[in-house]
């Protein structure tokens, strides 16, 4: 399996720093889903998608990246194992 980074609204892949490709046999593979979403993060992509490609399109999984400003918690929501214990 290879994890890629592909921009979902131009459909190009991630193939190293400022460079995309238009095929994902061109694309780094990022090892795992981790390390893609981290480098999308850092480098504040935006409309991304990771692709684990098991080298047949019908069983690659895509996984959406959302963008920061959604995945920030709304004021007074606490997501820690510490206050869902005292809870």
Known sequence: MRVLLRNARVSLYYAGRKH??????GAANLGT???AAELSRDEGFEEMEILADYGDPVGDLV???RPASVRKQPQGVQCSVAATAAA
């Open 20 to 25: 995309w490709v238009g095929r994902p046999e």
């Open 63 to 65: 996984l959406p990246i």
């Open 33 to 35: 889903v981790e390390r």
